[in-house]
Every structure is written in structure tokens, then in C-alpha cells.
């Protein structure tokens, strides 16, 4: 009996022990080593940190680039000859968002260099001729909607579009070229994910409608001298990086 008591003593005196010693772990940070091998267990934080909520909110910059391709039609006089253009592009946007939870209005500019056409060539009696349509710049100002699900923001777009195109003609030794630049619609949708605070990626179609322009009017012989009629639409798709600042 007399053994029995000493063993529940000791069994008791071993629990307070380690209770107080336990209660003792909470003084030191997570991590350090405490005498001799134990280490304080990590706060449920550690395991359980929220998902950060993103902003949209605020002025942004960054960089796109991508591939385009359409219809170009050409009209001299009664005669509609059409042909498909496509090429890659590069450039820039500035935009700013407002965020309603969980809806994001706001605007952008984009504005983008590139080699988006076709060209032709024939031979005929030793005579080549050839003709070029080619866009080396385009742009658009839009306003955007969309609907933001945390890190993720959906939108649709729609506003202004412009493109500068040259139209090069040849005749054997003999050269003509004209350039113009076409206003229309610009509309389309995209995808945009936030990455951490400032920055997001994301993947956008845009179609642009070119409506015709005269191109060579009062250069070329009657009856062609009021001009060639040139237009047509782009469409593009194109990867965007964008640096916020909230």
C-alpha cells in the first residue's frame, strides 16, 4: 500500500510538472528550441491564414502583346476584292478601376505597334506588280465592366478603336504608296488575375471594326482618281501584365 501511494504521488507530480511546463511554451516564439528537444507548437494562424482579398481598385500600367487577324476589302470602283490579313503586335495600356463589390467599372487606353496585313505578287509579259496592306499601329480607349470573384476578374469592354495602315503598289520599276488611319468600334472580354497586391496577368480578345478610307485620291488617272476605298476588321488576342497602384 505503502508503494502504490509513493507511484500516485509521483504519477501527479510528473503531470503538474508538464502542465506548467506546457503553459510555460506559450512565452516563447514558434520555432526556438526549448530544453532539450521540443520545440512550441505553431499558433492555428500559422495553418490557417486567410486568402487575401484583392483590390481592383486604383490607376494601373503595363505591357500586352500578342497575334491579330482579319479581312481587308479593297474597292475600285464597282469591283470588292477581299483578302485575309493577320500578323503579330506589341504595346502598352493605362487604365483605371473602381470597385462596387463585387462589380469593377473603369477605363483604358491601349496603344500598340506591329505587322499585321498581306501582300501580292504576280508576273506577267516580265512585268511584276505587286501590292502590300500592312498595320504598323493601332489603339482603342474603352470602358470596362466586370464582375470581380476575389484574385479573379472577369469584364467585358467596349469603346473607340484606330488603326494607321500603308497600302505600297508597284508596277515594275514604279512605286506608290499611301497611308490613312481608321476610326471604329472596338469591343471584346477578358480575364485578368491578380497575382499578390499590385500585380495581375490576363488574356483578352478584341474585335475592332475599320470602316473604308480613300487611299491614293487625286494620284492616280481617271477613272481611279477619287481613290481606292480600303477597310476591314481585326481581331486580336493578347496576354496583358499590369502593375496596380492602390
Not at 86 to 111: A, K, R, T, Y
Amino acid at each position: 500500500m505503502r508503494v502504490r501511494s509513493c507511484l500516485l504521488a509521483a504519477g501527479f507530480s510528473v503531470v503538474a510538472v508538464a502542465t506548467a511546463w506546457s503553459a510555460d511554451l506559450g512565452n516563447y516564439p514558434y520555432g526556438q528550441k526549448v530544453w532539450p528537444n521540443l520545440y512550441p507548437a505553431a499558433p492555428a494562424s500559422t495553418f490557417l491564414a486567410p486568402v487575401p482579398v484583392s483590390n481592383w481598385t486604383g490607376m494601373y500600367i503595363g505591357g500586352q502583346g500578342g497575334y491579330g487577324w482579319g479581312t481587308g476589302t479593297l474597292s475600285v470602283g464597282p469591283f470588292d476584292v477581299s483578302g485575309d490579313i493577320n500578323g503579330v503586335f506589341g504595346g502598352g495600356q493605362i487604365g483605371w478601376s473602381l470597385q462596387l463589390n463585387p462589380w469593377v467599372v473603369g477605363f483604358e487606353i491601349d496603344s500598340s505597334g506591329g505587322n499585321i496585313g498581306r501582300s501580292e505578287s504576280a508576273t506577267a509579259g516580265g512585268v511584276t506588280a505587286t501590292a502590300s496592306s500592312r498595320i504598323g499601329y493601332m489603339g482603342s480607349a474603352r470602358a470596362r465592366v466586370g464582375y470581380a470573384l476575389n484574385q479573379v476578374l472577369l469584364y467585358g469592354t467596349a469603346g473607340v478603336g484606330w488603326a494607321n495602315n500603308r497600302v505600297s503598289v508597284g508596277v515594275g520599276p514604279v512605286s506608290l504608296s499611301d497611308s490613312a488611319t481608321h476610326f471604329g468600334f472596338a469591343g471584346g472580354g477578358g480575364v485578368e488575375l491578380a497575382l499578390d497586391r499590385n500585380w495581375t496577368v490576363g488574356a483578352e480578345y478584341l474585335f475592332m471594326s475599320l470602316p473604308s478610307v480613300n487611299y491614293f485620291a487625286g494620284l492616280l488617272p481617271a477613272p481611279l482618281d477619287a481613290g481606292i476605298g480600303i477597310k476591314g476588321d481585326v481581331q486580336t488576342i493578347r496576354g496583358k501584365l499590369n502593375y496596380y497602384f492602390h
